[in-house]
């Protein structure tokens, strides 16, 4: 089966020329793409909320495994789109497979998380972390250790406004950048 690309870039978001993106994905304003990144909407469109950044040889696949109770939808072509949270990170090496992702989550280094786990807000998976099996991870859950505890934590994820600024004046200097190729102030219909 052959995924058809239609990628939407709006405004003001970076996207590196030489991240992998295929399928139907939407890349919202403020959003930082890395290089080498990979993103893969194979079973329906992926939307990336506002200001996510997704780094280094990070992973994000839309794909509904054929066990899975929503596998009847993509079969009946009625599958609805992936929507990514605004402020997430996705960290270097990481492989996110989850079906639901909220907001101000943060994807650590080289953790993995499931089609089977659904993210709600403010979540943290520690570096090295696999959550596999069926789990929604409350809100402010943190997953940390070899053994993949959790525990709540006591503040909100802090905004990353700082890196993303940082990223926006530097990302240019290195790296060859893909346009926006979406504006969404010229589709408007006329009144």
Excluded at 126 to 134: F, P, S
Excluded at 140 to 160: D, F, N, Y
């Amino acid at each position: 089966m052959s995924i058809k690309n239609d990628i939407k870039i709006m405004p003001r978001s970076m996207v590196c020329e030489d991240s992998n993106l295929r399928g139907d994905i939407t890349i919202s304003s403020g959003c930082v793409i890395h290089p080498s990144t990979t993103i893969i909407a194979e079973s329906g469109p992926i939307v990336l909320g506002e200001n996510c950044i997704v780094e280094e040889y990070a992973t994000i696949v839309y794909r509904i495994p054929k066990q899975h109770p929503a596998y009847q939808d993509v079969l009946d072509g009625t599958v609805k789109p992936l929507v990514i949270g605004p402020d997430n990170i996705f960290e270097v090496g990481c492989t996110v497979e989850a079906l639901k992702i909220g907001e101000r989550n943060v994807f650590e280094c080289k953790s993995y998380v499931s089609a089977d786990v659904a993210v709600t807000n403010g979540c943290v998976i520690g570096a090295g972390c696999r959550l596999v099996g069926e789990q929604v991870l409350a809100e402010k859950t943190i997953v940390h250790g070899r053994q993949c505890q959790q525990r709540e934590a006591i503040e909100k994820q802090k905004s990353q406004m700082v890196q993303l600024d940082y990223l926006r004046k530097i990302l240019p200097n290195y790296h060859h950048l893909k346009k926006a190729t979406y504006d969404p102030k010229k589709v408007r219909a006329q009144v």
